[in-house]
């Protein structure tokens, strides 16, 4: 049970990593959309 335990604690942190590196990724869309705007407005 330990086993399996451990195996459904590792799903479940890459499943907060995916999560993360979403968040992060859109973060940078973000960042480079309102880099586009600042340099059409110029």
Do not use: D, I, V
Not at 3 to 11: A, D, F, G, N, W
């Amino acid at each position: 049970p330990a086993y399996h335990e451990e195996r459904l604690e590792s799903q479940n942190l890459r499943k907060e990593k995916k999560k993360g590196n979403g968040f992060k990724l859109n973060w940078e869309n973000a960042m480079q959309k309102t880099k586009q705007e600042l340099l059409n407005k110029e």
